[in-house]
């Protein structure tokens, strides 16, 4: 059984705080994605890594993915109350039948003025 | 944008009654996927289907839960005889236009809430 733990579980910091988020697990993944979570709807897609060490960035969210393909973090720069929500990490094993993720435990985010 | 969107969006049903969960995946999707979240919990895999056949399924897929894509558009979820421990949000997701590996992101629907009295 693969599991993916994510921490800190909860985090509240305030506008302008530079945060980071991290996904560690004893497997390997072919991919590594981010998730957002709001409350009653189902995860939105952040962004995909799939190479080990791969860094990807979508304005202020840095994503990496350990060079091992076992853990990834994501880092959020300049904190803003709209960052505010359940950020999921999910790891991906493909297969000829698809990609089977396997989720983290989430951590949830509130960034206050 | 694409989306994959589910339906109905509540459901409450009296346990032991059958529910039919629907979704329409990304329509050049090949991959298709349930997932459930019960309340408090993290998202878990239930099913993956592919070229008309369940390819992939977890513990909690048991003989209660069947899979179907009946036409081209819609795939559903059912649930034969509902236990008050299926409550949860149901999430359909979809994969991929192309048949293979590539990077296996997954797009989620919306989600279906499930309530078992």
């Known amino acids: 059984t693969q599991l993916l733990e994510q921490s800190p579980q909860f985090l509240s910091i305030q506008e302008g705080e530079n945060l980071t988020v991290y996904c560690n697990s004893s497997?390997?993944?072919?991919?590594l994605q981010w998730y957002r979570q709001e409350p009653g709807e189902g995860p939105v897609l952040l962004v995909t890594?799939?190479?080990?060490?791969e860094v990807k960035k979508l304005k202020r969210l840095t994503f990496q993915f350990g060079d091992a393909r076992k853990d990834s973090s994501l880092h959020i720069t300049a904190a803003q109350p709209g960052d505010t929500g359940l950020y999921l990490c999910?790891?991906?094993?493909?297969?000829?039948?698809?990609?089977?993720?396997?989720f983290g435990t989430g951590t949830q985010l509130k960034v206050e003025l | 944008e694409p989306e994959v969107t589910q339906t109905p969006s509540h459901q409450v049903t009296q346990m032991g009654q059958e529910v039919i969960l629907r979704c329409v995946p990304i329509?050049?999707?090949?991959?298709f996927y349930w997932y459930r979240q019960i309340l408090g919990q993290k998202v878990e895999f239930l099913v993956s289907?592919?070229?008309?056949?369940?390819s992939e399924k977890s513990e909690i897929f048991d003989d209660q839960f069947s899979v179907e894509r009946p036409d081209g558009s819609n795939f559903t979820l059912k649930i034969r005889s509902t236990k008050l421990e299926d409550s949860a949000m149901y999430f359909c997701?979809?994969?991929?236009?192309?048949?293979?590996w590539g990077t296996g992101e997954l797009f989620f629907g919306e989600g279906s809430r499930l309530t078992v009295l």
């Open positions: 997701a979809s994969s991929t236009d192309r048949a293979g």
């Open positions: 329509s050049n999707h090949l991959y």
């Open positions: 289907f592919y070229n008309n056949e369940i």
């Open positions: 497997s390997v993944f072919s991919s």
């Open positions: 890594v799939v190479t080990g060490g």
């Open positions: 999910a790891g991906g094993v493909l297969t000829g039948g698809g990609n089977k993720l396997t």
